[in-house]
T-cell receptor
């Protein structure tokens, strides 16, 4: 069974601080996605990383896919209260049997940024 | 353009009763997915429709769950009879086919919260 372990589970920081969220697995993924979810809403896609070692930037957010495509990180620089939310990583298996969109999710990291 | 809509937003039923959840995907999206998040656990894949056909139903927990997508438009997920462990949030997502110049991005609905007492 493929699992994605996210850490930390909870993170409470002050505005302006930097943070990193990790997503680790013993399994290889063909791609990995990061989502953000607000209370009462569904997850919203932030980025998809596909190539081992790939780095993508989205304003103050930097996403990295591990060389072996087993892990990923999300780094936020100078966090703001508007960054508060649940961050989820989700991997797509490279092996046959699963359909496109059959994603394996981590449990999520609940981020709170205080002004 | 309307996003993925789900109904009801919250349903409270007693063990043994039946509940039907509905999902309307984004217009033109052939792919429709059902996911579920049980309290304290991760979001888990249930099944995938391509138009009206079940492409992958490997995540369906048991035969108390029945998903349909007649006509390839909206989908329903029926739980009959409901058990306590079925409580959770059921998410629907849709995506455009890659051959239709889609990116494969999943667009999620707000979810239907099911509480079984």
């Amino acid at each position: 069974t493929q699992l994605l372990e996210q850490s930390p589970q909870f993170l409470s920081i002050q505005e302006g601080e930097n943070l990193t969220v990790y997503c680790n697995s013993s399994s290889v993924f063909s791609s990995l996605q990061w989502y953000r979810q607000e209370p009462g809403e569904g997850p919203v896609l932030l980025v998809t990383v596909v190539t081992g070692g790939e780095v993508k930037k989205l304003k103050r957010l930097t996403f990295q896919f591990g060389d072996a495509r087993k892990d990923s990180s999300l780094h936020i620089t100078a966090a703001q209260p508007g960054d508060t939310g649940l961050y989820l990583c989700a991997g797509a298996s490279p092996f046959g049997g699963g359909s496109q969109g059959n994603l394996i999710f981590g449990k999520g990291t609940k981020l709170s940024v205080k002004p | 353009e309307a996003g993925v809509t789900q109904f009801p937003s919250h349903s409270v039923i007693e063990k043994g009763q039946t509940v039907t959840l509905r999902c309307d995907p984004i217009s033109g999206h052939d792919n429709l997915y059902w996911y579920r998040r049980v309290m304290g656990k991760e979001i888990k894949f249930l099944l995938h429709f391509v138009k009206e056909s079940k492409q992958d139903e490997s995540g369906m927990p048991n035969n108390r769950f029945l998903a349909e997508r007649t006509g390839g438009t909206y989908s329903t997920l029926k739980v009959q009879p409901a058990e306590l462990e079925d409580s959770g949030v059921y998410f629907c997502a849709s995506s455009q086919d890659l051959r239709d110049r889609g990116t494969g991005e999943l667009f999620f609905g707000e979810g239907s919260r099911l509480t079984v007492l």
